[in-house]
Nanobody
Framework: QVQFVESGGGLVQPGGSLRLSCATS????????MGWYRQPPGKQRELVAT???????DYASSVKGRFTISRDIAKKTAYLQMNNLKPEDTAVYFC?????????????????WGRGAQVTVSS
């Protein structure tokens, strides 16, 4: 059973930065895609960033140019660098893992989910 340990959430002022980390326990990491979903208060979850097994990345339009997803295969860890944060970025951020096609086909039901990390952007 793969487990995820998410860290790096917290409270930050508008314009600030945070980096989320997601350390996985699975023995195979490189073949999977990793992603970050977020769920703002009272809203549905949305996919904000994906890094595929070939290291190409994709972003939601709302975060493009501000967020960067990356991964360290040796550490089996994915990251989400968030810059120029806005109050509307406030949400619980979830680390997810799956095959490339699961992300491409938006098959959330096939993804493995972390427990989430709270990010609050407020002055």
């Amino acid at each position: 059973q793969v487990q995820f340990v998410e860290s790096g959430g917290g409270l930050v002022q508008p314009g600030g930065s945070l980096r989320l980390s997601c350390a996985t326990s699975g023995s195979i990491f490189s073949i999977y895609a990793m992603g970050w979903y977020r769920q703002p208060p009272g809203k549905q979850r949305e996919l904000v960033a994906t890094i595929f097994s070939n290291d190409t990345a994709d972003y939601a339009s709302s975060v493009k140019g501000r967020f960067t997803i990356s991964r360290d295969i040796a550490k089996k860890t994915a990251y989400l660098q968030m810059n120029n944060l806005k109050p509307e970025d406030t949400a619980v951020y979830f680390c997810v893992q799956g095959y490339d096609r699961d992300f491409a086909e938006m098959r959330r039901d096939l993804l493995l989910w972390g427990r989430g990390a709270q990010v609050t952007v407020s002055s």
